[in-house]
């Protein structure tokens, strides 16, 4: 079996391609359906008569979930460029095929879609514009199919062409040690844990025992799942579900691998690096690195003996903050942490001997050995350096690399430092804090960083450090001061819903009127239902509800007031407060706060009594 993988900006029409070429529709969460948005990888089985099948991967196009999009990349050896006939190629549509030149593909297609979209005149058109804009990437010489998933029209000329390309393919190398990297981890009544990924090399028996890396875990696979079918042994190349019921789910994530004996995790690799061109200016000797190696986001260090001034392979030592499986071989692609652009990909050439031979000097064992003693008590250099024997500079020298490699980290500026190990368990308790929460609470956003210090038992500021650290791993999330579990969506009790609906009903023949803050917070306070005032606050940090000033809006009635503005200017250039308090039927009192925040929130700029539309509106 080989994988086939989509590629593209977001609404290009991945998800409908994949469904016109299999019948599944890839997005399987509810709020997929909702939003008519991949936000997570989706998966599909292609079937042809002869045996001849592909599992596909399917990514979200948004940028802001592209983090997904790269936990499946690596496993596609067959891409689907999927490109919109009438919006043309996009940001993300290159900025897939950059990640994706680094990885595994070894074939592309390009799939122009809507093309019921464009009339018959303009199709050639349309096709030759999207081609010369792929010049200079890897999808350069690509077979281009026009299709529509609405019409199906060359659909099937498109699964003819996927079915010969994929009985020419290699196969993978199936008598490799196992290296599957994890991509879904959920539990079924009655089987326990489950996990699913792309098998990248090696073949699974029923009844074998594998290892979950990092962590070393044997791992029994009492059956193997290959999409409907469960079979006995299965090879490289195949998507994979594997029952696992020795361990627990919650032991296992995405970013983790399933593997044979051979193969550890690790965190230091030597490896060849190519940059890219847009980020040449972003290296240092040490360059801060999200890395993406298999399923895993990672931060890390990038570390380079010289500067890297012109493009070209380089070699590299990759220095990661947590272990992950790697071997000669294994591709990555880095971005920088912040803003998340990205930087180049490369592959592991082998362990970084250097590093690892000097694993820790004497120093850093010592510093971290007062830190461990010290607990969440976090320890200043001062401190450390009396306890370890140590003078400050060897202290600070020792730290800097302690805190680069995760084993420290700082909780205070300039300098009170926690060990690693000490942190990690921090987080654990503060997880289990979280879960225990939004069960009792569910429609709660999550907890403030107070009240989680107050529940624990530390330091505000202490714990605000070591979330944030884990915020930046993705280990939990913060929205807009509230803390919670990755998966945690808020949602209200029936009483609830039934509060707001009575709150917020809306006066037709007024529909921009707000509601006074302070009656809501009198409604809220003597409604007498069950975590009332906590819903209150989610209606608020979602932004369904938004307060002005002294008032009260829903998105909805924001929403329409922007439209309403934005096509005024569009026709007039400017307006009045007054134009504007006519625009929407309304007072002075209600006009004047309304124009500031659409002022503030980038929509209109103020010139004396004039408002005009911010550039970009126009
Ligand atoms: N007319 C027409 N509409 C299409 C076609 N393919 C997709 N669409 C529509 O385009 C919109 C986006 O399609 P999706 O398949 O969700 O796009 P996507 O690329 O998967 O989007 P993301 O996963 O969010 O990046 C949906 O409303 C589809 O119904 C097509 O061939 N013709
Ligand atoms: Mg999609």
Not at 51 to 77: C, K, Q, S, T, Y
Not at 241 to 259: C, F, K, S, T, Y
Request: with cysteine; proline share 4%; glycine share 8%.
């Amino acid at each position: 079996m080989h994988i086939i993988g989509t590629a593209g900006h977001v609404d290009h029409g991945k998800s409908a391609l994949i469904a016109a070429l299999t019948g599944t529709n890839p997005d399987r969460l509810i709020e997929e359906q909702l939003r008519g948005m991949t936000l997570d990888l989706g998966f599909a089985h292609l079937r042809f008569d002869d045996g001849v099948e592909a599992g596909i991967v399917d990514v979200p196009g948004h940028e802001r979930f592209l983090h997904n999009m790269l936990a499946g990349a690596a496993g596609m050896e067959l891409l689907l460029l999927v490109v919109d006939a009438v919006e043309g190629v996009m940001p993300q549509t290159l900025e897939h095929l950059q990640i994706l030149q680094f990885l595994n593909v070894r074939r592309i297609f390009v799939v122009i879609s809507k093309i019921d979209l464009v009339d018959a005149a303009r199709r050639d058109d349309a096709c030759q514009r999207i081609r010369s804009r792929l010049q200079g990437t890897i999808a350069r010489d690509a077979a281009v199919y026009a299709v529509s998933a609405a019409t199906s029209e060359n659909v099937d000329l498109l699964k003819a062409a996927l079915h010969d390309s994929l009985a020419a393919m290699p196969p993978r190398d199936s008598r490799a040690p196992v290296y599957l990297p994890i991509d879904r981890v959920f539990a079924l009544p009655g089987l326990g844990t489950i996990v699913t990924g792309t098998l990248m090399q090696g073949s699974i028996e029923t009844g074998e025992t594998l290892v979950l890396e990092p962590g070393g875990k044997p791992a029994h696979v009492r059956s193997i799942g290959v999409f409907e079918t469960t079979r006995k042994h299965i090879e490289a190349g195949s998507r994979v579900a594997l029952n696992l019921p020795g361990i627990d789910r919650h032991e296992m994530g995405r970013g983790q691998a399933i593997v044979g004996r051979e193969f550890t995790s690790q965190k230091r690799f030597a490896v060849r690096f190519t940059p890219l061109q847009s980020a040449l200016s972003c290296f240092r000797r040490r360059t801060p690195v999200r890395a993406y190696v298999g399923s895993a986001e990672i931060f890390g260090t990038l570390v380079i003996d010289a500067r890297i001034e012109s493009l070209g392979e380089v070699r590299a030592q990759l220095h990661l903050r947590e272990p992950v499986v790697g071997f000669p071989g294994v591709r990555f692609v880095l971005r920088r942490p912040s803003p998340m652009t990205l930087l180049g990909g490369g592959y592991i050439e082998g362990v970084d001997l250097v590093a690892a031979s000097k694993e820790r000097s004497r120093e850093e064992s010592a510093v971290l050995a007062v830190l461990k003693e010290k607990g969440l008590e976090a320890a200043e250099l001062g401190t450390i350096a009396f306890a370890a024997n140590l003078r400050e500079s060897a202290v600070r020298n020792a730290l800097d690399r302690l805190v680069e490699q995760g084993e420290a980290i700082r909780v205070a500026r300039p300098g009170a430092f926690v060990e690693g190990g000490v942190a990690a368990a921090l987080l654990t308790k503060l997880l289990a804090q979280l879960e225990e929460t939004h069960r009792q609470e569910p429609w709660a956003m999550g907890m403030t960083s107070l009240a989680l210090a107050r529940a624990l038992g530390v330091p505000e500021t202490l714990l605000v450090r070591i979330a944030e650290r884990y915020v930046d791993d993705g280990r939990l999330v913060n929205r807009g001061g509230y803390y919670a579990a990755l998966n945690h969506r808020p949602s209200f009790s029936a009483p609830q819903r039934a509060f707001f609906d009575q709150l917020l009903r809306e006066d037709p023949s007024l529909p921009f009127l707000p509601i006074p803050f302070a009656t809501a917070v009198a409604a809220v306070k003597s409604a007498r239902i069950e975590g009332i005032s906590k819903a209150f606050d989610t209606m608020l940090a979602q932004g369904a509800l938004v307060k002005v000033s002294d008032d009260l809006y829903r998105a909805s009635q924001l929403a329409r007031i922007q439209a309403r503005v934005e096509a005024f200017l569009r026709e007039r250039e400017r307006m009045t407060a007054a134009e504007f308090r006519d625009l929407l039927g309304t007072s002075r009192k209600y006009a004047v706060p309304l124009l500031e925040w659409l002022d503030t929130h980038g929509i209109t700029i103020r010139n004396g009594d004039y408002r005009t539309l911010r550039k970009g509106k126009r």
